[in-house]
C-alpha cells in the first residue's frame, strides 16, 4: 500500500432519531452492558477513550473534533442514546471519502511516498455471527470473529501484539476498543479498564489509537479513513506521529463479519 486522499465534511455526532433504529447500536448497547456487569468497567472507562480520541482531533484539521475538546464532565453530562452509550460514546455522522493506491512492493518504491506495507490482511466470520444482530451467541462479552482475524494475521505476518506499536481499532461506539484490545491480545479478558486506564492509548502510552481521532472524532468514513491513518503512521505523517513506529493494526468492522490488516515499513 503506498498512499491515500481524504476529505471529510458536514460531520455531526450521532444522534437519538436516526440511532432509534440503528441494529449495530443495538447490538453494541447490549454487548456493553453485559461486559460492564461482568467486568466492572463504567461510563468513566469508556469516557478515557472518548476523550483520548479527541484529544488526537484537536490536532487533525481535518477532524469533526478538531477545536472542539471534550473533558470527562462534558462526557458524563452528555445525553443517553442508548443505555449505558452516551452521546459521545457514538461516532459522527459524515460525508466523506478516502482513497487507498495498492500496489506492488516493487513499484511502490520507485514512487514519492514510503510505502506502507501490507503484512497481513484478512477477513472472518465466527460463531453466532449475524450481519449487525448477533444477539444470540452464548458469552455477549467477546467478538469470536476478531479473535479469529486476529488469529490469522498475526499467524501470516509472524508478529504478535507484542510487535504491534499502534493501532487504528474500529471505533462505531467506544466500547468495541474495549473488546478489540482483548480480542487482539493486548490484554487478558475482562483486562481492557485496567489497560487504558494509565493513558495506554494516547501519545506516550503503550498503544496509541486513532491518531487521527478516529470514527468518533475525525468522520466515520466505516473505517477507511482509519487505514489511511496506519498509513501516515506508518510514513510518520500523522498529525499526532508516536516515535519507532514499525508495525500498525487496523480493525474492520465491528458487528459484521470483519477483517484486520497490520502494515509496516518496507
Do not use: W
Amino acid at each position: 500500500m503506498i498512499g491515500h486522499h481524504q476529505k471529510v465534511e458536514g460531520s455531526g455526532q450521532l444522534s437519538p432519531d436516526t440511532a432509534a433504529g440503528d441494529d449495530q447500536l443495538a447490538t453494541c448497547e447490549t454487548v456493553t452492558t453485559r461486559y460492564m456487569h461482568e467486568y466492572g468497567a463504567t461510563s468513566e472507562h469508556l469516557g478515557q477513550i472518548a476523550i483520548a480520541q479527541r484529544k488526537f482531533a484537536l490536532n487533525n484539521p481535518n477532524a469533526a473534533g478538531y477545536g472542539k475538546p471534550l473533558t470527562m464532565d462534558d462526557y458524563l453530562a452528555s445525553r443517553l442514546v442508548a443505555e449505558p452509550l452516551r452521546l459521545y460514546d457514538c461516532c459522527q455522522e459524515t460525508d466523506g471519502g478516502c482513497a487507498l493506491l495498492i500496489t506492488s512492493v516493487e513499484r511502490a518504491r520507485d514512487l514519492k511516498q514510503k510505502p506502507a506495507v501490507i503484512r497481513a490482511v484478512c477477513q472472518a466470520s465466527s460463531r453466532g455471527q449475524e450481519q449487525m444482530t448477533s444477539f444470540y451467541r452464548d458469552d455477549m462479552t467477546s467478538l469470536p470473529e476478531m479473535e479469529l482475524a486476529a488469529r490469522q494475521v498475526y499467524a501470516q505476518s509472524g508478529l504478535g501484539p507484542d510487535d504491534i506499536d499502534a493501532a487504528c481499532l474500529y471505533d462505531a461506539f467506544t466500547s468495541e476498543i474495549l473488546v478489540q484490545l482483548e480480542a487482539f491480545g493486548f490484554c487478558g479478558r475482562g483486562e481492557a479498564k485496567d489497560f487504558i486506564a494509565d493513558g495506554a492509548l494516547e501519545i506516550g502510552g503503550r498503544l496509541p489509537n486513532n491518531t487521527h481521532g478516529g470514527l468518533l472524532s475525525e468522520g466515520y468514513i466505516h473505517g477507511v479513513n482509519n487505514i489511511a491513518e496506519g498509513v501516515r503512521l506508518i510514513r510518520g505523517m500523522s498529525c499526532n506521529q508516536p516515535t519507532g513506529v514499525e508495525h500498525v493494526l487496523v480493525s474492520s468492522g465491528v458487528g459484521v463479519p470483519t477483517g484486520a490488516l497490520i502494515l509496516g515499513r518496507d
